[in-house]
């Protein structure tokens, strides 16, 4: 396992645990080690939110997590569609909600299965229609294109390995016009390395603070504008009580962030984004998704060297399920739509021998049919003929195996 990999998965770990225990009491989570017990109320209005936020939050959504109120400079109207990244255990989506209302949409996306699982459970006792929660990752966000009205986020961004992508991939879903308003911490002064290497450090968001002036030049580069950064007035006792004695708050600060959308992508080439969403047991995948993976792998690539040339790149990432998310596995979404929406291809359920051997119990997941045919796995023509017809570009022609494939049934014609 690679050091990032290693980084992003003791990241999950620690959040993971914080849902467990219904609880952080911490701040943005900083280890037991850092700080003691806190009462939630208290530690919520210190970062910026009101009693009335408060009330009548569904048990477990206020977790103690966060460094400032991002909602305060959001200014939702009602009827937008919000986006929460790394949306925890709810709490914004739901304060958000009251904004939108009942015509409003709200999405959070977290990496963390056991956050995602207890979220949903809030979203439920509150009987909340319009609020629903994703699984992935904030770097590649399983949300289609120019669908969102604003981004929120709450110390969550410091987390994020690659912070460029972030911001790349939050203005590729904002509508034009869209805003970002989050709340995080920056650098202010350059981290000790001992700082900087400390896990714990990391995922109690300190660690990986990035400088501010780059996180204004990383805004610039992925497109948006009128970006305004302010560190809150208490900040300094904010990044104390994480971790006292240790003069943190000479090395960071909570900071408001806010940036628009106001020009289109200044991408020279078109872009497709496909997102593969699969079932993962500890490392495992499911066979049958397992060779629609490798089918998808290898056409992207095969795609890439016929249309790069015209200026046309296609992007591909995976999506890992947990065994909540089953009926989601074996997924393929492009640009944000599902592949049964673009072609004529019929999904159904269909007993899965593989998964089923992975939980110990049966399992029904999404099976194909296309052109007539069942299919254990998407192939990779039905790939390449969605993707074409998303781009707007001449269809897939079909020509002999004899010509091309010499027999091979997983050939691209």
Request: hydrophobic share 35%.
């Amino acid at each position: 396992m690679s050091i990032k990999e290693e980084r992003r998965e003791s990241i999950r770990k620690n959040y993971s645990e914080v849902a467990k225990k219904g609880s952080s009491g911490c701040g943005c989570s900083c280890s037991s080690s850092c700080c003691g017990p806190a009462d939630l109320t208290e530690l919520a209005m210190i970062i910026g939110y009101t009693e009335a936020d408060l009330a009548s939050m569904p048990d477990g959504a206020n977790m103690g997590l966060g460094c400032g109120n991002p909602l305060a400079i959001a200014a939702l109207k009602e009827g937008e569609t919000v986006l929460d990244l790394g949306s925890g255990g709810g709490f914004d989506c739901f304060l958000a909600r009251r904004k939108v209302g009942d015509t409003g949409h709200v999405i959070g996306v977290d990496m963390t299965p056991d956050m995602i699982k207890l979220a949903r459970e809030n979203a439920e006792k509150s009987e909340y229609e319009n609020v629903e929660f994703r699984l992935g990752e904030i770097e590649h966000l399983p949300v289609a294109d120019n669908s969102v009205d604003v981004i929120i986020s709450n110390c969550v961004i410091n987390l994020s390995l690659d912070k460029a992508q972030v911001f790349s991939d939050a203005f590729r879903v904002l509508k034009l016009g869209g805003r970002l308003s989050i709340s995080d911490v920056v650098a202010t002064a350059e981290l000790p390395d001992q700082l900087r290497e400390d896990l714990e450090m990391l995922s109690g968001c300190v660690a990986g603070a990035e400088y501010f002036e780059n996180i204004r030049l990383m805004l610039e580069n992925a497109g948006f504008e009128n970006i305004k950064m302010s560190p809150k007035d208490n900040s300094r006792d904010i990044i104390k009580s994480w971790v006292p004695d240790r003069n943190i708050e000479d090395y960071v600060a909570s900071f408001l962030i806010e940036a628009f959308k106001t020009s289109k992508e200044k991408e020279t080439m078109k872009k497709l984004t496909i997102e593969w969403k699969h079932l993962d047991v500890e490392g495992e995948t499911c066979d049958r998704c397992y060779d629609t993976g490798e089918n998808l792998a290898n056409e992207v690539k095969r795609m890439n060297r016929v249309l790069q040339p015209k200026g046309i790149t296609v992007e591909f990432f995976e999506t890992k399920l947990d065994e909540d998310n089953i009926p989601e596995s074996n997924k393929m979404l492009f640009n944000g739509v599902s592949i049964e929406n673009i072609l004529d291809i019929e999904i159904f359920n269909n007993y899965c021998e593989s998964c089923t051997s992975m939980l110990g119990k049966d399992i029904y997941c999404r099976a194909v049919r296309f052109e007539g045919n069942e299919y254990d796995d998407v192939p990779a023509k039905a790939i390449r003929q969605a993707a074409y017809t998303v781009l707007g570009i001449a269809e897939v022609k079909k020509t002999t195996k004899s010509s091309c494939c010499s027999g091979d049934s997983n050939c691209c014609c």
